[in-house]
């Protein structure tokens, strides 16, 4: 947890080395405290909200949501999880999914972009948010942007093509 949260504070302005990181069970989820170096010219006020941005956000309600089939909620709650926490790749990635059932497609490339970018920042590729960023461009229109995301989709091995009764392998 502290190498990816150094990972993560690398790419905020003014915050640096990440310590006492301690993580806890909760009924909600994980609890994840830490301390950061800051400057010493800045008060807490101001530095406060950006440390926010360095942790995850608390995805579970927004996802439940998504799981229920909630799709305008559950886009709501993300987005409004990507303004504190704009580096969280899972908030962004259920912002997109939602945004994609509402066919909100233009919104949801646009948001399925920046998970994926940050799960690759953080090297955690994902390769359902991938497959989503390739449908959400050819919906979109944006066909050239999608053809080297489905190419991948269909050459995952054991990956089911849309194809009733296909699967998809290496040769």
């Known amino acids: 947890m502290r190498d ?7 790419n905020v302005a003014f915050v640096g080395q990440i310590h006492d990181v301690r993580v806890r069970q909760t009924a909600d989820g994980e ?3 830490f301390h950061c170096r800051v400057d010493p010219l800045l008060t807490v006020q101001p530095v406060n909200p950006v440390a926010n941005t360095v942790a995850p956000a608390d995805t579970q309600h927004a996802y439940v949501l998504l799981e229920q089939k909630q799709f305008a909620a559950a886009a709501k709650e993300a987005k409004e999880l990507t303004v504190t ?14 945004e994609l059932n509402l066919k ?4 949801a490339a646009k948001d399925l972009e920046k998970a994926v970018e940050l799960q ?6 994902d390769p ?3 497959s989503a960023l390739g449908q959400a461009y050819v919906l979109a229109e944006r066909y050239e942007e999608a053809l080297p995301l489905l190419t991948a989709a269909t050459a995952r091995t054991g990956r089911r093509c849309c194809c009733p009764g296909k699967t998809a392998r290496r040769s």
């Open 4 to 10: 990816a949260l150094t990972e993560i504070a690398a």
């Open 85 to 98: 926490y704009p580096n969280d790749p899972e908030a962004w990635k259920i912002a997109g999914f939602a």
């Open 120 to 125: 690759r920042r953080a090297n955690q590729n």
């Open 104 to 107: 909100q497609y233009a919104e």
């Open 31 to 33: 609890m994840v405290n």
């Open 128 to 130: 359902n948010t991938e």
